[in-house]
Nanobody, 125 residues
């Protein structure tokens, strides 16, 4: 059974930083592209970033480019999202997700079949 567990969320002032982690179990981690999504109150779930199986390929939503960095450590079955220069509009529940094995990176939520429970990120102004 696949388990994805996010951690690292919290309350931070605008301009601050947080590092989210996603620990994966129950799957061969290196075979799956991994993504981060977020959902703010009253809004649809939004793609944030994705990383390919080896870590060589990454994509970001325009609003976080230059501020967020996605990475992974396949030896630890863990993915990360380093978030710098945080803004109040980054406030949301952040979810990690695993794509289907051997598939290419994708920004579509429907292409991910395993999700974590989410971690709250709140950025105060």
């Amino acid at each position: 059974q696949v388990q994805l567990v996010e951690s690292g969320g919290g309350l931070v002032q605008a301009g601050g930083s947080l590092r989210l982690s996603c620990a994966a179990s129950g799957l061969t981690f290196s075979l799956h592209a991994m993504g981060w999504f977020r959902q703010a109150p009253g809004k649809a779930r939004e793609f944030v970033a994705v990383i390919g199986r080896s870590g060589a390929t990454t994509y970001y939503v325009d609003s976080v480019k230059g501020r967020f960095t996605i990475s992974r450590d396949n030896t630890k079955n863990t993915m990360y999202l380093q978030m710098n220069s945080l803004k109040p509009e980054d406030t949301a529940v952040y979810y990690c997700a695993a794509g289907r094995a051997f598939r290419a990176v994708t920004i579509r939520p429907e292409d991910y079949n395993s999700w974590g429970q989410g971690t709250q990120v709140t950025v105060s102004s």
